[in-house]
């Protein structure tokens, strides 16, 4: 899990560090259901001092999650890039003058950032997973992944209002 060594940035305002790092994330759970990162996620971050021993950690989380297919209902893989923002205040400091609500407060040398990134994740995923533009998806009559093979269905795909029509004449 992902943790921000904080020991020496902590001490000097105005103090600002760079680090790049990979580190693996428990699974998500989302609505009851498990998904699980299938590499370690990569982190490009800055670290700033901003008072206090408040810190500032901005950039990048680079992750990727398996997930199914909502056309297809098959496994594949999505990759996300996410800005990742966050200040954390330590917990024994006097209230730093910017502080608002969203400030995260940690204690010791060692930042967790781990449930932050958690929250990330959720808040950036797309509200429905398709593994490609080009998906047909499952044949609505008997299942086949028309990725993968051909039926031999009728699509039935009748205009409204000829149907209508075809009522109208049937009476
Ligand atoms: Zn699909
Ligand atoms: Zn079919």
Redo the contacts with the bound molecule.
């Keep these: 899990m992902p943790f921000l060594n904080v020991e020496r940035l902590k001490k000097v305002k105005g103090e600002r560090r760079k680090v790049t790092f990979t580190d693996s994330l428990p699974a998500l759970l989302l609505d009851d259901n498990e998904f699980i990162f299938v590499e370690p996620a990569q982190f490009a971050l800055t670290l700033t001092n901003v008072g206090n021993s408040a810190i500032n950690v901005e950039g990048e989380v680079q992750v990727a999650l398996k997930v199914p297919?909502n056309?297809?209902l098959?496994n594949?893989v999505l990759n996300l890039n996410l800005p990742f923002s966050e200040t954390y205040y330590e917990k024994n400091q006097p209230t730093h003058s910017g502080q608002t609500e969203e400030w995260i407060a940690y204690s010791g040398d060692v930042i967790n950032i781990t449930p932050e990134v958690m929250t990330t994740v959720i808040m950036n995923l797309p509200m429905r997973f398709?593994?490609?533009e080009q998906?047909q998806?499952l044949c609505p009559v008997c299942g086949v992944d028309l990725?993968q093979e051909q039926c031999s269905c009728i699509q039935q795909d009748i205009d409204p209002r000829l149907a209508k029509l075809q009522e109208l004449m049937k009476s």
């Design positions: 297919c056309r297809c098959q594949f398709i593994c490609s998906c998806g990725n």
